[in-house]
């Protein structure tokens, strides 16, 4: 199915696995909505992608500012056939040494900001029945990876239930949620945690992958017939044991 002319809100576009996605969308046709908090990098990648691109400085903890995300999509492009759940952080630690503020902040961008903006575009998307919702969870939306990720795979245990939820909530109404879980990718994901990205990824003992392989998977989910729903897609590097 094209995506020319389809319109895609793409949550955490300043960076990482939400940038190449906005750019794989773009390269697809369709109109981009940026979304995050550094304007500056929202503004650039705008002006990379052309017409077409629009950025949103939004902080996703916020519920008005998510709805008026979708707000200013509509207002802009007309109509709303993707959105891209993507923004999340990783703040590690165990529970007995973590922070409840970190815990905090973890839940509301990778869970509330989700259910925010999801809420919002699902509204929009009701009314024309049909329209597609895409979560970038994590492997550790399956298990536990490490006890410093407890946390932060709860997030993404929660995802995998609102995933589902939300697919049997929608499935006859025209509207198809897909849950893509990576696994380990190159991206500024550890700086919030660790020293330094490099250091994290070179003490591994496999590569990562790159985040064109992740957005490519959400290029392929999306692109479906409307009749194939692709519901959850695990992608890791091959050398990645679990
Ligand atoms: N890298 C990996 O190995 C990996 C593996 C599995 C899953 N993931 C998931 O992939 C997603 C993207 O992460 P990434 O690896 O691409 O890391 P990243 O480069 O750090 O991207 C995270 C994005 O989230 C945005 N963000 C954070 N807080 C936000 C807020 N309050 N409001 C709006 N946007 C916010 C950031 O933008 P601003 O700071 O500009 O707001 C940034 O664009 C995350 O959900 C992550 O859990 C990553």
Known sequence: MTLAGKTAIVTGASSGIGEATARLLAAEGCNVVLAARREDRLNSLAARLGEGALA??????????????????????????????????????????????????????????????????????????????????????????????????ATKHAITAIAEGLRMDLHDKGIRVINVEPGLVRTEFPESSHASAREYYEEKAYAPLETDDIAAAVIYAVSQPQRVSVNEVAVRPTQQPK
Do not use: Q
Not at 73 to 84: D, M, P, Q, W, Y
Not at 109 to 130: E, F
């Open 56 to 153: 949103v400085p939004t902080d996703v903890t916020d519920a008005a500012a998510c709805a008026a995300l979708v707000a200013r999509a509509l207002e802009r492009f007309g109509s709303l056939e993707i959105l891209v759940n993507n923004a999340g952080v990783g703040l590690y630690g165990s529970v007995a040494n973590g922070e409840p503020e970190d815990w905090r902040k973890m839940f509301d961008v990778n869970v509330l900001g989700v259910l925010y903006t999801t809420r919002a575009a699902v509204r929009h998307m009701l009314y024309r029945s049909s329209g597609d919702i895409v979560f970038v969870s994590s492997l550790a939306g399956r298990r536990v990876p490490h006890p410093s990720g407890t946390v932060y795979a």
